[in-house]
Protein backbone atom coordinates (compact mmCIF):
# COMPACT_ATOMS: atom_id res chain seq x y z
CA UNK A 1 0.00 0.00 0.00
CA UNK A 2 3.06 2.25 0.70
CA UNK A 3 4.39 2.13 -2.88
CA UNK A 4 1.13 2.88 -4.53
CA UNK A 5 0.58 5.81 -2.29
CA UNK A 6 4.04 7.05 -3.09
CA UNK A 7 3.62 6.31 -7.13
CA UNK A 8 -0.10 8.46 -6.92
CA UNK A 9 1.72 11.25 -5.36
CA UNK A 10 4.64 10.96 -7.75
CA UNK A 11 2.17 10.78 -10.43
CA UNK A 12 0.16 13.38 -9.24
CA UNK A 13 3.11 16.02 -8.67
CA UNK A 14 4.34 14.61 -12.56
CA UNK A 15 0.83 16.46 -13.38
CA UNK A 16 0.95 19.45 -11.53
CA UNK A 17 2.54 22.82 -12.47
CA UNK A 18 5.38 22.81 -10.70
CA UNK A 19 6.59 19.25 -10.31
CA UNK A 20 9.84 20.14 -8.12
CA UNK A 21 7.46 21.19 -5.58
CA UNK A 22 6.60 17.54 -5.54
CA UNK A 23 10.01 15.98 -6.16
CA UNK A 24 11.33 13.50 -3.37
CA UNK A 25 11.37 10.14 -2.30
CA UNK A 26 11.57 10.78 1.58
CA UNK A 27 8.33 10.72 3.57
CA UNK A 28 8.80 14.04 5.17
CA UNK A 29 9.04 15.29 1.11
CA UNK A 30 5.83 13.38 0.01
CA UNK A 31 3.58 14.57 3.41
CA UNK A 32 5.07 18.26 2.36
CA UNK A 33 4.01 18.10 -1.10
CA UNK A 34 0.26 16.74 0.16
CA UNK A 35 0.05 19.27 2.62
CA UNK A 36 0.79 21.74 0.03
CA UNK A 37 -1.90 19.98 -2.31
CA UNK A 38 -4.14 20.33 0.71
CA UNK A 39 -4.12 23.96 0.88
CA UNK A 40 -4.66 24.85 -2.46
CA UNK A 41 -7.89 21.91 -2.08
CA UNK A 42 -9.07 24.26 1.06
CA UNK A 43 -8.52 27.41 -0.42
CA UNK A 44 -10.21 26.33 -3.63
CA UNK A 45 -13.16 25.14 -1.54
CA UNK A 46 -13.36 28.51 0.12
CA UNK A 47 -13.25 30.51 -3.12
CA UNK A 48 -16.66 27.69 -3.97
CA UNK A 49 -18.07 28.49 -0.96
CA UNK A 50 -17.99 32.34 -0.87
CA UNK A 51 -19.10 31.97 -4.78
CA UNK A 52 -22.32 30.09 -3.74
CA UNK A 53 -23.28 32.13 -0.92
CA UNK A 54 -22.79 34.75 -2.38
CA UNK A 55 -25.11 33.89 -5.28
CA UNK A 56 -27.77 33.41 -2.88
CA UNK A 57 -27.44 36.29 -0.38
CA UNK A 58 -28.48 39.18 -2.43
CA UNK A 59 -31.55 38.53 -3.03
CA UNK A 60 -34.97 37.62 -1.42
CA UNK A 61 -35.31 36.39 1.95
CA UNK A 62 -36.43 33.28 0.12
CA UNK A 63 -32.73 32.19 -0.61
CA UNK A 64 -32.00 33.35 3.44
CA UNK A 65 -32.89 29.20 4.19
CA UNK A 66 -30.47 28.36 1.08
CA UNK A 67 -27.76 30.26 2.78
CA UNK A 68 -28.54 28.93 5.79
CA UNK A 69 -27.89 25.36 4.80
CA UNK A 70 -25.18 25.90 2.43
CA UNK A 71 -23.26 27.34 5.78
CA UNK A 72 -24.56 24.51 7.61
CA UNK A 73 -23.66 21.68 4.90
CA UNK A 74 -20.06 23.23 5.20
CA UNK A 75 -19.81 23.13 8.87
CA UNK A 76 -21.26 19.36 9.09
CA UNK A 77 -18.51 18.40 6.61
CA UNK A 78 -15.59 19.50 8.02
CA UNK A 79 -16.81 17.69 10.92
CA UNK A 80 -16.88 14.70 8.88
CA UNK A 81 -14.04 15.17 7.24
CA UNK A 82 -12.13 15.89 10.44
CA UNK A 83 -13.46 12.31 11.80
CA UNK A 84 -13.21 10.43 8.58
CA UNK A 85 -9.41 11.40 8.39
CA UNK A 86 -8.29 10.92 11.65
CA UNK A 87 -9.78 7.37 11.51
CA UNK A 88 -7.72 6.67 8.40
CA UNK A 89 -4.07 8.34 10.83
CA UNK A 90 -5.14 5.99 13.15
CA UNK A 91 -5.61 2.97 10.96
CA UNK A 92 -2.46 3.27 9.70
CA UNK A 93 -1.21 4.94 13.11
CA UNK A 94 2.17 1.86 12.90
CA UNK A 95 3.78 3.73 9.72
CA UNK A 96 5.04 6.21 8.65
CA UNK A 97 2.67 6.53 5.85
CA UNK A 98 0.08 7.58 8.16
CA UNK A 99 0.45 11.36 7.86
CA UNK A 100 0.09 11.08 4.26
CA UNK A 101 -2.80 8.77 3.86
CA UNK A 102 -4.56 11.33 6.30
CA UNK A 103 -3.68 14.13 4.29
CA UNK A 104 -4.79 12.13 1.07
CA UNK A 105 -8.19 11.44 2.64
CA UNK A 106 -8.41 15.34 3.08
CA UNK A 107 -7.83 16.03 -0.34
CA UNK A 108 -10.03 13.45 -1.58
CA UNK A 109 -12.89 14.77 0.29
CA UNK A 110 -12.17 18.67 -0.18
CA UNK A 111 -12.30 17.99 -3.75
CA UNK A 112 -15.49 15.90 -3.79
CA UNK A 113 -17.10 19.07 -1.35
CA UNK A 114 -15.87 21.56 -3.72
CA UNK A 115 -17.40 19.28 -6.34
CA UNK A 116 -20.71 18.96 -4.72
CA UNK A 117 -21.02 22.99 -3.47
CA UNK A 118 -20.19 23.24 -7.65
CA UNK A 119 -22.82 21.37 -8.97
CA UNK A 120 -25.65 22.06 -6.51
CA UNK A 121 -25.15 25.99 -6.00
CA UNK A 122 -22.44 27.28 -8.87
CA UNK A 123 -23.44 25.59 -12.28
CA UNK A 124 -26.61 27.03 -14.10
CA UNK A 125 -28.87 24.36 -15.22
CA UNK A 126 -29.69 26.50 -18.60
CA UNK A 127 -27.14 27.37 -20.93
CA UNK A 128 -25.74 30.42 -19.24
CA UNK A 129 -21.85 29.48 -17.86
CA UNK A 130 -21.46 29.07 -14.11
CA UNK A 131 -19.72 31.59 -12.25
CA UNK A 132 -16.83 29.38 -11.62
CA UNK A 133 -15.35 26.60 -14.26
CA UNK A 134 -16.17 23.21 -12.71
CA UNK A 135 -13.48 22.21 -10.25
CA UNK A 136 -11.21 19.15 -11.58
CA UNK A 137 -8.92 17.13 -8.66
CA UNK A 138 -6.18 18.77 -6.88
CA UNK A 139 -2.92 17.62 -8.13
Not at 38 to 62: C, H, P, V
Not at 76 to 81: D, E, I, T, V
Not at 120 to 139: A, F, G
Request: charged letters at 25%.
Amino acid sequence: MFALMISLFAAGAAAGTDKDDCSGDTTYELNDCAAKQLEASEARLQKYQRAAIDRYSGEEDENAAVVLGIKASSEAFAAYRSIECRTVYEDYKQGTIRTLMSLGCQISLTDQRTHTIWSNWIQNMDSTPPILPEPQPTE
